[in-house]
């Protein structure tokens, strides 16, 4: 018996071998094959762009023009950039901000600090580049979301943010005696 354990010892231990650890392969930039060239890098391919360009930054890309926070979207607004930004507010920004962005989502539900209300006298009064700069560096709880959001999205729930606002804050005598009929038979 002690045998059959040493012989089945021996023939597992012959089958390990460190081929997948000591295969060969190339340091960067090191020299290359004859396959590789002169590099075991390989040379770009044709009309390929970097992806940190050396360009200056705008206030599309900073949320701030003249070194203040910009105060309008840096591109034409129009119905789609509002029905983009619902539809990433409500993705991204719903779980804490709530669905009117009152501060009431469902994780201020289950415990934790609410964010503040966009609908407090400071936050209407602040300029639109002001949630650009919250989504993209973060704020008090509140992270980063520059890597999960493009550029153009931010900007799209900024938007959507300040529509928020709007309709939660309307002027009824604005509207027409119609629109004014329609709303107080809406029911709440």
């Known amino acids: 018996m002690r045998w059959a354990c040493i012989l089945l010892t021996i023939g597992v231990a012959a089958g390990c071998r460190n081929d997948m650890y000591d295969q060969p392969r190339y340091k960067p930039l090191s020299g290359g094959s004859n396959l590789l060239g002169s590099s ?3 040379d770009m391919p044709e009309g390929t762009v970097a992806y940190e360009e050396n360009r200056e930054l705008t206030a599309f890309d900073t949320g ?7 105060d309008r979207l840096p591109f034409q607004f129009d119905r789609l950039v509002l029905e983009r930004g619902r539809e990433r507010y409500v993705i991204f920004c719903t779980p804490c901000h709530g669905a009117i962005g ?3 989502g469902i994780v201020v539900k289950r415990g934790f600090t609410p964010p503040p209300s966009f609908h407090s006298d400071d936050l209407r009064k602040a ?3 002001h949630f650009f700069d919250v989504i993209t560096n973060g704020h008090g709880a509140m992270y980063s979301f520059a890597a999960r959001v493009e550029t153009k999205d931010r900007w799209c ?3 959507y943010i300040r529509a928020l606002q709007l309709s939660q804050h309307a002027d009824t005598r604005q509207l027409s005696a119609e629109d004014r009929q329609k709303l107080a038979e809406t029911p709440r």
């Open 40 to 42: 075991s890098a390989r």
């Open 64 to 70: 701030t023009q003249d070194g203040k926070l910009a």
């Open 157 to 159: 729930i900024a938007s």
């Open 102 to 104: 009152d501060g009431q």
């Open 127 to 129: 300029p639109l580049g």
